[in-house]
């Protein structure tokens, strides 16, 4: 059983370039999360997604997209690389409602330069 | 208040020993609470949750005080591979939302032999 698993592991990108970080979940799992982890910090919550076709912001949005065409995938997209955006970034997901315990993807480094 | 708060610490701690660290939250409507671990470089995983008063799973204890918003995670004869980053996480809501999870910064654990 994989899980949540997440594409690629280690990015360096160059400012204004752009990428997409792919994650996906084999366990039927309606919710879907992305956050961002800064060295030092918790985790923030950027998008996240209660089942195909719908997502909505969290808490820190501002130079990510989302998008949610299948249960299993759930991408996040860099449209112009900033080097505030060098974090760790991991996919998260639950079954759905009255089951919270997240499982998370193994993570992605982010490195803008 | 800030939402999740903990000790960052490190805790240095010798092997055998008890531990225990607090985490505060200000969300009263909270009706969940999780502690993660996540161990350096790795994703975080679920080490207990705290639904009501506390829990317990062997060698770990988990307590809930309403009254004064905190939970605490208790270690008893602590071994080597205790040391990680414990995440204090409450939900941002009363119950039956979809939002994503309110991270603590962490606390660090370091047994030493």
């Known amino acids: 059983n994989a899980g949540v698993t997440q594409t690629p592991k280690f990015r360096i990108l160059k400012i204004g370039q752009s990428m997409t970080l792919q994650c996906t979940q084999d366990?039927?799992?309606?919710?879907m999360y992305w956050y961002r982890q800064d060295p030092g910090m918790g985790l923030k919550l950027i998008y996240y997604s209660v089942g195909a076709g719908i997502t909505d912001k969290g808490e820190v949005p501002n130079g990510y997209n989302v998008s949610r065409s299948t249960t299993e995938d759930f991408p996040l997209r860099l449209e112009l690389a900033a080097p505030s955006q060098t974090s760790v970034y991991f996919c998260?997901?639950?079954?759905?409602?009255?089951?919270?315990?997240?499982?998370f993807g193994p993570g992605t480094r982010l490195l803008v330069l | 208040r800030k939402e999740v708060e903990q000790d960052p610490g490190p805790f240095n701690v010798p092997e055998g020993a008890t531990v225990a660290f607090n985490c505060t939250y200000s969300?009263?409507?909270?009706?969940?609470f999780f502690w993660y671990r996540q161990d350096c470089r790795k994703e975080p995983k679920l080490l207990m949750s705290v639904y009501s008063s506390g829990n317990e799973d062997g060698r770990f204890t988990a307590q809930l005080n309403r009254a004064s918003q905190y939970i605490s995670l208790l270690i008893r004869d602590s071994k080597l591979s205790d040391s990680a980053t414990y995440l204090c996480?409450?939900?941002?809501?009363?119950?039956?939302?979809?939002?994503?999870?309110?991270f603590g910064k962490g606390t660090h654990l370091i047994i030493q032999p």
């Open positions: 969300n009263s409507a909270s009706q969940s």
């Open positions: 998260a997901s639950r079954p759905g409602l009255g089951q919270e315990t997240q499982y």
């Open positions: 996480v409450v939900p941002p809501y009363s119950g039956g939302g979809a939002d994503g999870l309110t």
């Open positions: 366990m039927n799992h309606n919710y």
